[in-house]
């Protein structure tokens, strides 16, 4: 069978999956694609190791995978940078410090667009630069809203380093840091990557609620204290929403 083929059989046992129908089996895909059995044990197990199809809790039913969010993020991040950019540069001319869009990629942030700060003593970000989920602002707002099975699976399998003093290391710490930021909406870092800065970061949510970007302010620590910090977490988290509901308006 040509790989053209291959594909095409992948596709359609991807589009078999609705919200009539989130979950089949083996035996309802062979039927409904009048295909063996076994070829499509094989286009399963393919489709599994790209995470695009998942194996749910009963054995030997499937359903949609994690990877197709990771897809669908993409496709949503490429109008995310257009619509953000005006919000972040009035963000950065209101208050002088650097504003940073980040979204996942290979388990790990990536910052997409960046406003630098206007101050001398400020905090610099490059276009393209790969952090970590689980220290920093920017990395905890996408870890934060990941479904639970998935903030579990980078946590085990890139591990907790730590940068500095303030670093959370330990995995039962991360996930009660997690649960408080989307509680509250908003995610803090005290020079959790790079001691005497403090940054501060906000979700860019699609229609359903999942993450698709992270909007982030980073300064030194001493502008952001007090009022200061108070003041900046309520900005940060209303442009943020702003820029969801802009996103959401093109959502089909």
Known sequence: MSTLSTLEKCVQILNLFTEAAPRLSVDDISARLGI???TVYRYLTALKKHRLIAEDSHPGIYRLGEGLLVLARGVARSS???IALPF???LQRDYG??????????????CLEKVEGTHALRVSHDRGEIFPLHAGASGKILLAYLPLQEQARIIRTQGLPRFTATTITDPKQMREELARIRAQGYAESDGEVTEGTYGIGAPILDRSGGIIAGISVAAPKQRLQGRNKEQMVRVVVEVARKISEAVQAQEI
């Open 97 to 110: 410090e650097t504003v940073i869009l980040s979204a996942l990629r290979n388990d790990r942030g990536v």
């Open 80 to 82: 995310v940078q257009e």
């Open 88 to 90: 972040m540069e009035e």
């Open 36 to 38: 063996p059995k076994s």
